[in-house]
């Protein structure tokens, strides 16, 4: 996302600013002002940014006054064959979710003609598995009508946002603007656990299902982000309320990993253990598993199937 607009987004999501002055900035970026008009706040919308032009002729973002009990919220997860320069997604799975309800699913593989072994090693996919799935392009297209202005919720957000983000501008689609928040920051703020990858916080919060396969990810991070809610101090009221404190708010005090007398750790073992590759996750190196023994905990990936979108 461009730096200027990173700093016009960090305005307006604490006051309303001018149509003609969101106008006369954006206009100044290259980026933008050569892919679409800018005047048209339709167009922002379609690239997921949630704003609306007031009766006031200012422009003012919805997340700043929508309070979290009526935002939508899309929980998002991805499994990619690598990283972003050499890697592509292969499966998304993402919830949406409003008032702690569940109001709509995504879930597919995405084709793609090779998967690296020790992918398929750490998720079970396999290109056997994604020889029918649908086009990338279809599945990104699909998503991004999904997601909508939905606030974009992943753990470890940099990862999924930017992978996706890129994704779709280089399909021509234009990059996510949406609002997005992180669930280990959250839960950085809320949660005292002695560390915070997806592993160790699922064990830690009684969350019993498949690691490393999209959707299972993503309903273990929506589990995560509503028991987070559920801990928020009372002046955190709207979205951006929300947003602002997962980035600012003093963090709990780590909880220490019980160790036998070898120095073993008798608590968080396996969730410690997956929590190795859920730290290497980022935009440059998904590819970085390949020495390290998972064994049995490999999850056998399901039959390919239709896309699942539902709302």
């Known amino acids: 996302m461009n730096q200027d607009f990173e700093n016009l ?7 309303n600013v001018a ?30 940014l949630d704003i609306t032009r ?6 003012e973002l919805k997340t700043r006054r929508n309070e979290i009990k009526d935002q939508i919220f899309c929980v998002v997860d991805i499994e990619t064959s690598g990283g972003i320069n ?16 569940i109001i709509g699913k995504f879930e597919t593989f995405v084709y793609a003609p090779y998967v690296p072994e020790n992918i398929s ?25 999904f997601l909508g202005q939905s606030v974009f919720v992943a753990h470890n957000v940099r990862f999924d946002y930017g992978f996706i983000s890129a994704t779709l501008e280089a399909l021509g689609y234009g990059e996510l603007l949406n609002r997005k928040l992180c669930t280990i920051d959250l839960a950085r703020r809320t949660i005292a656990s002695p560390k915070y ?30 028991h987070s809610l559920q801990k928020l101090p009372s002046e955190v009221k709207t979205t951006e309320d929300l947003i602002e404190f997962s980035k600012s708010a003093k963090t709990m005090k780590r909880l220490k990993i019980t160790t036998n007398e070898a120095g073993e750790p008798v608590k968080f073992d396996d969730a410690v253990q997956a ?24 999850q056998k990936a399901k039959e390919p199937k239709l896309p699942i979108f539902e709302e």
């Open 9 to 15: 987004l960090a305005v307006i999501a604490k006051r």
């Open 197 to 226: 990858g997806l592993g160790t916080l699922k064990e830690l919060l009684g969350i019993d299902n498949t690691h490393h396969r999209a959707l299972s990810d993503a309903i273990a991070a929506a589990e995560i982000f509503k």
């Open 275 to 298: 929590d190795k590759f859920d730290n290497n996750k980022n935009l440059s190196a998904a590819n970085d598993a390949q020495n390290l023994n998972i064994g049995s905990k490999t």
């Open 19 to 48: 149509y003609a002055d969101f106008v006369a900035a954006t206009k100044q970026m290259d980026e933008y002002a050569e892919l679409f008009d800018v005047r048209d706040v339709q167009m922002w919308r379609a690239l997921g």
């Open 86 to 101: 050499s890697g592509q997604i292969i499966e998304i799975g993402a919830l949406k979710l409003q008032n702690g309800e």
């Open 121 to 145: 090693e750490l998720t079970g996919i396999t290109a056997e598995h994604l020889k029918n799935a649908p086009s990338l392009a279809f599945v990104m297209e699909q998503f991004k009508v």
């Open 54 to 59: 007031t009766a006031k002729n200012q422009i």
